[in-house]
């Protein structure tokens, strides 16, 4: 059984970083997604089995890197320029797609989130 857990969420000011992290077991494609008080889940960013080239969704792209050390099997997503908007719950998620999809559907495997905030 696949285990997510993330952590390092919290509460900051507009312009601040963040970084979360995502420890997995398995080897997966690994996605984060956020969920916002009252929309919908949407995707942040994903990232292959080897690596390389992550995707992002074009409103964190060129904020946010995505990275991922298949031997400590952590994900990291360092979210820098925070903005209001990125307010929300975020959610590790990991998938058997050998492509960095942003479709949740293909996500099989799912934390439990880690809220972050940013005050304006």
């Known amino acids: 059984q696949v285990q997510l857990a993330e952590s390092g969420g919290g509460l900051v000011q507009v312009g601040d970083s963040l970084r979360l992290s995502c420890t997995y077991s398995g080897r997966y494609t690994m996605g984060w997604f956020r969920q916002a008080p009252g929309k919908e889940r949407e995707f942040v960013a994903a990232?292959?089995?080897?690596?390389?080239?992550?995707r992002y969704a074009d409103s964190v792209k060129g904020r946010f890197t995505l990275s991922r050390d298949n031997i400590k099997r952590i994900v990291y997503l360092q979210m820098n320029y925070l903005k209001p908007d990125d307010t929300a719950i975020y959610y590790c998620?990991?998938?058997?797609?050998?492509?960095?999809?942003?479709?949740?559907?293909?996500?099989?495997?799912w934390g439990r989130g880690t809220q972050v905030t940013v005050s304006s």
């Open positions: 998620a990991a998938s058997n797609s050998w492509s960095s999809s942003a479709t949740i559907e293909e996500y099989a495997y």
């Open positions: 990232i292959i089995r080897n690596g390389m080239n992550p």
